[in-house]
């Protein structure tokens, strides 16, 4: 498997995903804005969509769409549990939370990376993300993950948001359960692989 990736890109999240499997994989960088690859390539030739994380299968085949590739990656190794088994009442939750921190969190995100997005317009934005945060916190009381004891990979995707936050410095600290979250997820042999790997 090859993973096309940008450090810090929303990429990370199968990257996580992949060192949590035990997944054998290649890395490939990408740069964002002159949409190449390190060997100058053009990145558009991969994947026209211009976007990470794209990956590429043993055969040749590429998938896009990070939360399609985290549970297609999970889905190869099932004894992880980092995703339960397809047409559970399980797997339906996990893909909740995949789409809510998709459509409502990851999407939030988008015009505060925008450099000529005006203050106020960035202001009214973070506040938006601070709401669904405070929901997501609020969902964590009393529990190590999203879906309960088990690390899955809407932990994985979650935790990039999160870093997203402070990046962006928004204020977390007020969301205690979400901040004990974060730091357990950072604290994972598979998280620590996968940011030491992107900054290699």
């Not at 499997?21 to 890395?27: C, F, T």
């Not at 190590?144 to 402070?166: I, K």
Request: charged fraction near 25%; hydrophobic fraction near 40%.
């Amino acid at each position: 498997m090859k993973l096309y990736f940008s450090p810090g890109a929303c990429s990370l999240s199968p990257h996580i995903a992949l060192k949590e499997a035990g997944i054998p994989h290649e890395l490939v960088k990408v740069d964002l804005k002159a949409k190449t690859l390190a060997n100058g390539d053009d990145f558009n030739k991969v994947n026209p969509k211009g976007q990470v994380p794209a990956l590429e299968l043993d055969n040749g085949e590429l998938v896009t769409e990070g939360s399609v590739i985290a549970q297609m990656i999970a889905d190869k190794v099932p004894a992880t549990g980092l995703a339960p088994a397809n047409g559970t009442p399980e797997r339906y939750r996990l893909q909740e939370w995949l789409s809510f921190i998709g459509s409502e969190v990851h999407k939030s995100f988008g015009p505060l990376f925008n450099p000529t997005l005006p203050e106020e317009a960035k202001t009214f934005f973070r506040n938006r993300i601070n709401g669904k945060l405070t929901y997501i916190d609020g969902k964590l009381a009393g529990r190590d993950y999203l879906m309960g004891p088990q690390f899955t990979v809407a932990d994985g995707y979650l935790f990039v948001m999160l870093r997203w936050a402070d990046a962006m410095k928004i204020d977390l600290s007020a969301m205690k359960n979400l901040m004990a979250y974060k730091e357990r997820v950072a604290a994972r042999p598979g998280v620590q692989a996968a940011l030491k790997a992107e900054t290699a």
